[in-house]
């Protein structure tokens, strides 16, 4: 077997300038999740129409009106910054609903249709869960307290989303996936 020699000093910056520093990070995941928000604001109508559930559709109509308010935030969070508010293509976001879209199509009419709903949802909030962690502590560092505090409340919107989508599953819907198609 090779043996690989472990080097403990830290890699120096390449020898090109290159001084982009944590603001200069924490403006590219802004970018990011504003992107992603927008992506899921038109997203959610889709998963509210399609669920079958009434309990479902209606937490993904609240979620859609909580994201347009969490969408304000995040114009405030750039005014803060001192930074036009604008998006950058996030290829996760577009792959996690585009993951969504499957599921909305090929389990059509089936009873497991809800159940794959509320795990593609759940994979949408935990993606928001790792970026609004990230920019309220990057924020935090930054100095900028009152866009941590707007982060933060926009974090535990979606923490909560993820764990009301958790009891919905609990509840009943995974449960009924189970069952064979009555047809
Ligand atoms: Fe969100
Ligand atoms: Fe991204
Ligand atoms: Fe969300």
Not at 99 to 113: C, R, S, T, Y
Request: with cysteine; hydrophobic share 40%.
């Amino acid at each position: 077997m090779p043996t690989v020699s472990k080097s403990s000093s830290v890699k120096k910056a390449s020898s090109s300038a290159n001084a982009k520093t944590l603001g200069d990070l924490f403006h590219e995941q802004l970018k990011d999740v504003y992107y992603a928000e927008k992506k899921i604001l038109k997203a959610l109508p889709k998963m509210a129409k399609g669920a079958e559930s009434e309990e479902l559709s209606a937490a993904f109509e609240k979620h859609r009106q909580e994201t347009e308010g969490q969408v304000e935030r995040l114009d405030r969070v750039f005014e803060i910054f001192g930074k036009r508010a604008q998006g950058k293509t996030c290829p996760a976001i577009d792959g996690i609903l585009e993951e969504g879209e499957e599921v909305l199509e090929d389990f059509k009419g089936a009873p497991a249709l809800d159940a794959g709903l509320i795990a593609s949802a759940q994979a949408v909030e935990h993606y928001e869960i790792t970026r609004y962690g990230t920019l309220k502590r990057w924020a935090e560092m930054l100095g900028m307290d009152d866009a941590a505090e707007l982060l933060d409340q926009t974090l535990q919107e979606e923490i909560a989303t993820d764990e009301a989508l958790s009891e919905l599953g609990d509840g009943r819907i995974n449960e009924r996936a189970l069952e064979e198609a009555s047809a």
